[in-house]
């Protein structure tokens, strides 16, 4: 079997010409309308860390990882953004905040409050209203960073913008926890 090279745009700035999804549409008119600057890639989609990796190479920045987590009842919501290869642990993340055990929320819930699949989780997805009652947690490594590089709400899109205009963007600051966990060496 052909290997075949991991597709990523040159560095583009601006909006797109089309939108895949309304979330997507949502994400690139408010990055519009609030005057941020940011720079994207598209890509074949961004599922594996090896494809993160090509990623970051086309950005010089490192992405992150952004994963949305649910209570037992499904009624609290916590969108954590965290190191691309870092591992998750959940038992770890609620003791940094003093909450019980998370579980990942399943795609019909990721799709009703971010908007998006599996594999494209966004802070940008906090713009949703369904998402205002989200609470954003950040690494507190991931934060000190100037910027950082996440979906635009799809797989195949990726967005480097400042921590600062993102939280800015979004209306809200994230609560900071440290995760202990070493990061996964680049192969």
């Known amino acids: ?39 994207r890639i598209e890509s074949d989609p961004g599922i594996s860390m090896d494809d993160c990796l090509n990623i970051d190479r086309a950005f ?14 499904k009624n609290k919501f916590w969108l954590y953004v965290t190191h691309a290869r870092k591992p998750f642990i959940t038992k770890e993340f609620g003791a940094s905040l003093g909450i019980p055990r998370v579980s990942f929320a399943d795609e019909t819930l990721m799709m009703q409050i971010l908007g998006t699949p599996h ?8 713009l949703r209203d369904e998402a205002r009652d989200v609470t954003l947690v950040m690494d507190e490594d991931v934060a000190a960073r100037p910027k950082i590089v996440i979906t635009d709400g799809t797989a195949c899109g990726f967005i480097a913008i400042s921590n600062q205009d993102l939280c800015r963007l979004v209306g809200r600051s994230p609560i900071l926890i440290n995760n202990p966990a070493e990061i996964t060496p680049v192969p």
């Open 1 to 39: 079997m052909e290997n075949q090279e991991f597709y990523t745009s040159e560095v583009m700035t601006g909006i797109p010409a089309e939108f895949q999804t309304e979330t997507q549409q949502k994400i690139y008119r408010s990055l519009e309308e609030n005057s941020i600057d940011f720079t």
């Open 60 to 73: 010089g920045i490192d992405t992150v990882k952004t994963i949305l987590l649910t209570n037992r009842q």
């Open 119 to 126: 594999g494209a989780a966004t802070p940008f997805g906090l």
